[in-house]
C-alpha cells in the first residue's frame, strides 16, 4: 500500500525563484488531489520536497506522511537512508573481493541531496578517495571545499572509480551501460 506512485509537480520556475507563498499554494493545490483520491494515493518526502512541505500538505488532507518531528511525524527519512546506503556500499567492496572498508577506494556519488550528500560525507569520514557529482553547482562547491574531487554530471558512467553510488534519479544504468562502467562495484 506504500509503494509503486509517484507524484511529479511540473513547476513554473525553479523552486528558488518561486518564493515561499506560491510553493505553498503548489502544495496546497497538491494537497486538494490527494483529498480527492480520497486515499487510493498517500505522498511523502522524496526528490524536491522535505518533512515541513508534507506538514503543509496535511493541513488540508491526512494522506501525506514523512512530516516533521516538531509536528509530531517522524521528520527526514534520508539520514537512515544514507547509513543503509553507505553499509551497502562497504558490504559490496567486501562481497568484491576489495576488502573490509572503503578506505583508499576511489568512490563516485552522483547525486548529492539529503541522502547522496551524507553518502559523501561518510565515505569522507572512512577514508575513500571521493569523486562526486550533482546538477547543482552549489552541491557539487560545497563538497569540493571539503576535499572531494567533482566529476561532470555527463562522464560520471564513463568516470573510472572502485565504487558508483548513484544517489540521484533512477535511468542511469541500463544494459547497454552496465557492459561499460568502468567501475569494480555498483551499490
Known amino acids: ?6 507524484s511529479v509537480i511540473v513547476l513554473p520556475a525553479p523552486r528558488a525563484a518561486l518564493g515561499d507563498d506560491r510553493w505553498r499554494r503548489i502544495l496546497r493545490l497538491h494537497a486538494d488531489n490527494l483529498q480527492k483520491l480520497g486515499g487510493t494515493y498517500t505522498t511523502g518526502p522524496d526528490i524536491g520536497t522535505s ?5 503543509i500538505l496535511r493541513e488540508t488532507t491526512p494522506f501525506a506522511f514523512g512530516g516533521s518531528a516538531a509536528t509530531g511525524g517522524p521528520g527526514s527519512g534520508a539520514p537512515a537512508t544514507a547509513l543503509g546506503v553507505f553499509t551497502a556500499v562497504r558490504a559490496a567492496v ?64 564513463r568516470t573510472p572509480c572502485d565504487v558508483l553510488v548513484p544517489c540521484a534519479t533512477g535511468g542511469l544504468i541500463d544494459a547497454r551501460v552496465a557492459r561499460t562502467l568502468p567501475c569494480a562495484v555498483v551499490a
Open 51 to 55: 518533512s515541513a512541505d508534507m506538514d
Open 94 to 157: 567486501a562481497e568484491a573481493g576489495l576488502g573490509y572498508g572503503v578506505a583508499g577506494l576511489r568512490l563516485l556519488v552522483q547525486g548529492l541531496g539529503a541522502v547522496g550528500g551524507r553518502v559523501a560525507e561518510l565515505a569522507a569520514e572512512a577514508g575513500a578517495d571521493l569523486l562526486v557529482t550533482d546538477l547543482d553547482p552549489e552541491r557539487c562547491a560545497a563538497a569540493a571545499a571539503r576535499g572531494a574531487r567533482v566529476v561532470p554530471a555527463a562522464e560520471v558512467t
Open 1 to 6: 500500500p506504500m509503494g509503486g506512485g509517484k
